[in-house]
């Protein structure tokens, strides 16, 4: 069983930047996704970023340029670097695992 818990969510001024952390639990295989979701309010869950030791990181469009994923793959955690932050960039975060596991969520939130 593989267990994710994110931190890192906060309320932040626009243009400002947080560094949201994911620690994962359990039987990790580092070839395996890591990576994060988002879903604002009244929205679909989206993609956001997504890192293994395979490829390179892929990010959405809408982030490419402001965010940045990594992993530390020796304590199995990942992170993601968010800079500009954006009103629009407002939601609940979701770390996962291999598209089976979900983290709790934590929130961002990005106002003046």
């Known amino acids: 069983q593989v267990q994710l818990v994110e931190s890192g969510g906060n309320l932040v001024q626009p243009g400002g930047s947080l560094r949201l952390s994911c620690a994962a639990s359990?039987?990790?295989?580092?070839?395996?996704?890591m990576g994060w979701y988002r879903q604002a309010p009244g929205k679909e869950r989206e993609f956001v970023a997504v890192?293994?030791?395979?490829?390179?990181?892929n990010y959405a469009a809408l982030v490419k340029g402001r965010f940045t994923i990594s992993r530390d793959y020796a304590k199995n955690t990942v992170y993601l670097q968010m800079n500009s932050l954006k009103p629009e960039d407002t939601a609940v975060y979701y770390c996962?695992?291999?598209?089976?596991?979900w983290g709790q969520g934590t929130q961002v939130t990005v106002s003046s």
């Open positions: 890192v293994n030791s395979n490829t390179r990181p």
């Open positions: 996962y695992y291999a598209a089976d596991y």
């Open positions: 359990g039987s990790i295989l580092s070839t395996d996704d």
